[in-house]
Structure formats: structure tokens, C-alpha cells
């Protein structure tokens, strides 16, 4: 992991705790080197960091360990990133926010880290301003998941379902259903859609997106944008068959609206 990433994790203890919260972090990463700097950032803003140099001490202390976050290298020496999050996600049912980090900076690199469970990722060189926008992004994931919480142990949050036909869209507990049964979104894809439902028939620009869904501008390029758009599109269904269509215009932006079904 280089110095670029090294100001991912220090960015993200300093900003939350200067927002008043304890973050626990856990660190994938076999460079002993740069463990010793990443753990002594989290010391200093006052959070608590945990490091792994293996996938195998990583899944045993996954076990018994409870985490806010997890950073994971793409490169391990007897496994990958992406091996480690099929596991969180498949085999351990994990929904602690992962951020993977990669120098890979192709659009397939990108695909295949959300494809298998990453929250969010970083291509590097990054920026400060990029980083922060991303740990925005993980505290509304952190706001919703604690009103599910309250909702299981007894507290009557009466959940808003807003109704798209055939599309049902339930934000507390981060889930969309067609026909009644659920999809499996990434954390981007679920907001992107949600926005995207929410202002059905209106023009929306990709920098509009970009600002709002990632909270940058021209830090991200804007075939971000269209991956995400083209995987909701799949995983949702969405078509004239159903009775909506989501089309791109040209150097505009993207439209989704209702349509006579097929």
C-alpha cells in the first residue's frame, strides 16, 4: 500500500473523530512498514486500528471482532482484496462498509471490486477532498443501519415503502424489491436508484449525480456514472416491459420515467 493510501485511513480517523465518533478500523495489509504509519494516525486522532498482514489472521479475528470499517490491499500474500470480500459478504453475511483500495484504475478493475460487495473504492493518486466525500457517504449508510437497528429491537419507526410499480423501494432498511422480491444493490447502486426513482421524469446531469450521490465534481470521471447506471438498470430490470425506461441523453444526463408496458 503506498503513501496515497496511507492518507485514506488518516483522512478518515481525523474526520470522524472530529465529528465525535470512535471508529474502529480494520486494515488488510502485509507491509509492516506502512501498518506502522496508518496505526499511528489512528492513535493520534484517537480511533482504534487493528492490522492484518493475512487473510487467515484476518478471518480469524473477523470472528470474533467487530468493525465500523474495513480497508483492504488488493495484494496479500496468501490470498486477494477481492477473495477476502467474497468471504464478508458471501460466507460471514458481513455488511461492515469496505473500502478497497487499488492502483488498478481501469473501468474493469472498478466493476469487478463493486461486483463483489465493496462499498466504495479508491483509485490512486487520490485527494482529500475525494476521501471525505466517501466517508460522508459511510456515515448516511451508518444513519440508516441504526434506524434498522432500533426498528429490530422493538421501536416502532414505521419505515417509509415508496411505491414505483413494479418497483418498491423500503430506504431504512437499504432495499429495493421487484414483484416483491429483493435485489441485491451495492451501497452506490441503492442511491443512485432511490435518487433516480425519487426525480422520475425529470433531466438529471452527470455532474449533478456525481455531486450528489459522491459528493465530488470533477474528482471522478463520469463513466462512474454510467457504470452504475448500467448495472441498475440490469439488476432492476429496468425496461418498457415493466413499464419504465431509464435513458441516457446525449452530453446531458440520464432520464428515467414511466412508459407504456410492452
Known sequence: MCLYCLAICGNICEYLSFRGLLVRIGLLEDDLSQIELISLWADEAGDQLQSYTTGKSFREAMNRENFDLLVLDWH?????GIEELDWLRDEQASST??????????????VEALDHGAD??????VRKSVTLARIKA????????NI????QSGVDDNPEVETFDPFEINEPERRIS????????????FELAVYLFQNSGCLVSRDHLLEFIW????????RTVDTHVSRIRSKLGINPAVGWQLSSIYQRGYRLFRVAKE
Open 178 to 189: 421487484v414483484n416483491g422480491e429483493a435485489v441485491k444493490l451495492t451501497n452506490k447502486e
Open 120 to 125: 466504495d473504492y479508491m483509485v490512486k493518486p
Open 138 to 145: 459511510l456515515e448516511r449508510r451508518n444513519k440508516i443501519s
Open 97 to 110: 462498509p469496505v473500502i478497497f483500495i487499488t492502483s488498478r484504475d481501469s473501468e474493469e478493475s472498478v
Open 148 to 151: 434498522a437497528e432500533s426498528k
Open 76 to 80: 496479500l500474500p496468501d490470498t486477494t
Open 215 to 222: 459528493g465530488t465534481r470533477a474528482d471522478l470521471n463520469t
